[in-house]
């Protein structure tokens, strides 16, 4: 006999709404087994064996967030498949600054009203994130809260856990004046800074079908939902070949409060300007919003998803291989000595 209550689904909750949300999860999930995964969506836990061998000592390495009121973008434009890509990406491309391979990841989904084909759209993006980052998505939580949440609405967190040996985390100690700062491309804003668009653009009242010419043919509603890149594959690559010193996320704060990070004391990030490739869309914001430009590279990642620090002697091969994993990298700056963490010139 199923489980059932008249009353609950009377308060707003339609716990067989859930349960039909799990069922269409289940084909998304499946994409993202990995052979340390044990057991299927629907126990209390989810439970994972992982592989340690060849490590001395093996260190678990977590992280966590939300996409944040970029998820309003979804509300608008009423396209759910991609927040969760943001969602895993957020947490994944923390934990591969220290060098950590994701294992698996967890969602938690909260909601007005548990529409399943929505539901399912979303995980659907959680999935792909998570095979984009070669994780295991073992498990999650939607709890639909009427009266909490409008009924279109809801809010979408989880987390990640991967794991490193030891001997092989990123150590910034070995880091030295003339190092070089290698730039990875980001497809947008990813998920950082949408209460400042939100009010620059209006979007609640906007045209977001529209085309700015700046764009290329993109409509302003396409620019503003693009995921979040994730930069797991890649990173991993050149790690296994070239010693990596340091690994920035530039995620909230931008370049100013990201990038220092993971420069040790007594050293500064010394960026030229003149090299970054900034995106149209943050021109298009900072143009619209009258928006000062030391603002912007302190908000946003400016077109800028990741920076990567190697010794000048490896910046040729680094490149060659972050390429060879489909990766635009290119150089940005170098380390010299100083107190500031980060200078942008």
């Not at 490896?314 to 963490?341: F, H, M, Q, R």
Request: hydrophobic letters at 40%; glycine letters at 12%.
């Amino acid at each position: 006999m199923k489980s059932f209550s008249e009353s609950y689904k009377a308060s707003g909750v339609d716990i067989t709404a859930g349960y039909k949300s799990v069922e269409l999860m289940k084909e998304h999930v499946k994409r993202t087994i990995t052979p340390g995964a044990i057991g299927e969506v629907g126990g209390f836990g989810g439970l994972f064996l992982p592989d340690i061998s060849g490590m001395k000592e093996p260190v678990l390495v977590s992280g966590t967030d939300g996409v944040g009121t970029k998820l309003k973008m979804a509300f608008l434009l009423d396209k759910h498949d991609t927040v969760g890509i943001d969602c895993v990406a957020m947490c994944v491309n923390d934990i591969i600054c220290c060098g950590a391979k994701p294992l698996f990841f967890l969602d938690y989904m909260a909601l007005g009203k548990n529409y399943p084909e929505k539901v399912a759209a979303i995980v659907s993006g959680v999935a792909e994130g998570c095979v984009q980052s070669g994780a295991a998505l073992i498990g999650g939580e939607t709890a639909e809260m009427p009266g909490f949440y409008p009924e279109d609405e809801y809010d979408l967190a989880g987390f990640a856990v991967g794991i490193v040996d030891k001997e092989k985390i990123v150590d910034n100690n070995k880091m030295k004046e003339g190092d070089v700062i290698i730039a990875l491309p980001s497809s947008g804003f990813h998920s950082n800074g949408y209460s400042l668009v939100r009010k620059v653009f209006d979007v609640e009242n906007a045209d977001l079908s529209v085309k700015p010419e700046c764009l290329g043919g993109e409509t302003l509603g396409e620019a503003l939902i693009k995921p979040t890149k994730i930069y797991v594959k890649p990173v991993l690559a050149l790690m296994e070949k070239v010693e990596v010193k340091a690994v920035s996320h530039i995620t909230g704060g931008g370049f100013y409060e990201n990038i220092p990070r993971s420069i040790p004391e007594g050293f500064t990030a010394k960026i030229e300007k003149a090299k970054v490739k900034v995106l149209p869309i943050f021109n298009l914001l900072m143009e619209t919003g009258n928006i000062p430009e030391r603002d912007m590279f302190n908000t946003y990642n400016m077109g800028v998803g990741m920076t990567i620090t190697v010794a000048k002697e490896d910046v040729d091969t680094a490149i060659e291989i972050l390429k060879a994993n489909g990766e635009d990298a290119y150089v940005i700056g170098e380390i010299i000595a100083g107190k500031d963490g980060v200078v942008i010139c």
